[in-house]
Nanobody, 113 residues
């Protein structure tokens, strides 16, 4: 089992920044990649970004150039630095693992003036 705890969400104005964190505990040796999905109200949960244990990354096109994913293997933590935030980035952000999919409870990000 792997437990994931997200933090760092909140309310920010358009153009602002937030950094999300996701700390993993438990059977972390089973984790190859970690990443983020998000779910806006009334919509499906969509992929945002992931990072492998080797540092390879991938992003959905809509966040490229604005979001940066990173990980600290010593702390078993993955981060999502979100810059130039837009109202359409408003969602609950969920941390996940791969190849076995564990999920965190999510953290709310609201971008509004």
């Amino acid at each position: 089992q792997v437990q994931l705890v997200e933090s760092g969400g909140g309310l920010v104005q358009p153009g602002g920044s937030l950094r999300l964190s996701c700390a993993a505990s438990g059977s972390i040796s089973s984790i190859h990649a970690m990443g983020w999905y998000r779910q806006a109200p009334g919509k499906q949960r969509d992929f945002v970004a992931f990072i492998t244990s080797g540092g390879s990354t991938n992003y959905v096109d809509s966040v490229k150039g604005r979001f940066t994913i990173s990980r600290d293997n010593a702390k078993n933590t993955v981060y999502l630095q979100m810059n130039s935030l837009k109202p359409e980035d408003t969602a609950v952000y969920y941390c996940y693992t791969s190849p076995i999919n564990y999920w965190g409870r999510g953290t709310q990000v609201t971008v509004s003036s």
